[in-house]
């Protein structure tokens, strides 16, 4: 097979029946998932996706971090793997196709190969990276992360849980804690299939969205101190509500972000008051801001504006403020090349698509630090993840794997 025809698609029922299998996983209270990382549960997840690899002629890595690489060896020994992959936790309250389908569109797509007899140059590998969800054990993408060197493994280990209990102990608990160097594995490209987590792509009618950048992020924890006084007797003017200084601060949030649209988001998700009775006044709040966008330009002006206007609000309300950057990682541009081939794979094949921004993060965007990388995205119903009412079609999730299997075939370079 000297070319890549349109006529090239996976079996989309297998797929289907893949994700099916590991829905049954770790099943959730709603139909969705819990499939958090390191617990008996991803361990199953686990050996199921092993199981399904060996059997479609794959050897598998693992490292010391716990990512799984499910290798098929391409003609030349000496090139460099091109990867695809995703994860298989889930939040507590996840769906069954978060990260999964990356897992096991890449597996379908080597399935494929065996079926049709496709050799390539360059080896292919499936990969399952550890905890990328963050919910069990923060930060997100934290194994990619330390595969990617923003993080020491050592410093990984010691996250614990809410329980007190290690990562480093949970995964060598559950089995799964390899031999290998973390990162030591260097890649020609990265492919990353997902669910777009947003509403976009179903409201234009698109089938693929070929992902150009990734959002930076930026949580700002704002502390607000006022006076905890008594609801009923305490005159308005002689308040010191922390919890309508928060509101103020967060009406402020919101026409920062919509100074910046279309691409430009923020606000606040993590919110503790105190002392949290029905008839006392707030007298202390603590909440994160979440502001992101494609461009650090933008990210640094709504962190800047943000500290500024709180401040004043707080002054003209006299109460005390304070600011401390949680978290935050800077916008992603994906390599052009590999868009390219995402781009050009979904015209071959006739599927609609459209540019796109991923609004969440995402292993590919710590791998495009070592790698050439790029995102695939399919819709998903109403824009709803991280929600056990998340759902996609067959379709859409045959589509998505349909590109993926075209553009990494392009750059794995077909040889039979």
């Not at 990619?144 to 990984?156: I, K, N, P, R």
């Not at 006022?226 to 009923?232: F, L, S, V």
Request: hydrophobic share 40%; net charge negative.
């Amino acid at each position: 097979m000297a070319a890549i025809g349109e006529n090239l698609k996976i079996n989309s029922e297998r797929l289907w029946d893949s994700l099916m299998d590991m829905a049954r996983v770790g099943p959730g209270v709603a139909g969705g998932n819990n499939r958090q990382t390191v617990t008996d549960a991803d361990s199953e997840g686990r050996h199921l996706f092993h199981t399904w690899a060996e059997a479609a002629g794959c050897s598998m890595g693992l490292d010391q971090m716990g990512n799984m690489f499910a290798m098929r060896a391409g003609t030349d020994p000496d090139a460099l793997p091109v990867y695809v992959g995703s994860h298989l936790d889930t939040q507590p309250t996840g769906g069954k196709y978060d990260g999964v389908l990356g897992v096991l569109g890449g597996l379908e797509l080597l399935r494929t190969m065996s079926d049709l007899d496709i050799k390539t140059k360059h080896p292919i590998v499936v990969t399952n990276w550890t905890n990328e969800e963050g919910t069990r054990y923060a930060p997100a993408m934290l194994s990619s992360g330390v595969f990617a060197g923003l993080h020491s493994q050592e410093w990984a280990y010691e996250r614990t849980d809410a329980d007190g209990k290690s990562f480093g102990d949970e995964l060598a608990r559950i089995g799964w804690r390899g031999d290998e160097t973390v990162g030591a594995r260097k890649m020609h490209a990265f492919f990353e299939l997902h669910i777009e987590q947003g509403p976009i792509l179903e409201a234009e009618d698109k089938q693929i969205g070929v992902v150009t950048h990734g959002q930076g992020l930026s949580w700002t924890e704002i502390t607000i101190l006022g006076k905890d006084a008594h609801t009923g007797s305490t005159p308005m003017p002689m308040r010191k509500n922390a919890g309508l200084a928060m509101a103020r601060i967060l009406d402020r949030v919101e026409d920062i972000a919509m100074s910046h649209a279309p691409h430009a988001v923020g606000a606040a998700g993590h919110v503790n008051v105190y002392p949290n009775s029905r008839n006392v006044i707030p007298g202390k709040v603590v909440f994160t801001v979440d502001f992101r966008s494609p461009e650090l330009a933008v990210i640094q002006d709504m962190e800047s504006r943000l500290r500024v206007e709180a401040q004043e609000i707080c002054d003209t309300m006299g109460m005390e403020v304070s600011f401390e950057k949680v978290g935050g990682f800077d916008p992603v541009t994906f390599d052009e090349t590999c868009v390219q081939a995402v781009r050009s794979a979904a015209v071959r094949l006739g599927y609609s698509h459209m540019d796109l921004i991923s609004g969440a993060g995402h292993d590919a965007c710590w791998i495009n630090r070592v790698a050439p990388t790029a995102m695939i995205m399919c819709p998903c119903v109403d824009g709803l993840s991280h929600n056990e009412a998340e759902e996609i079609s067959p379709e859409w999730a045959a589509a998505g794997t349909d590109v993926l299997l075209h553009a990494v075939l392009e750059t794995a370079i077909i040889t039979a």
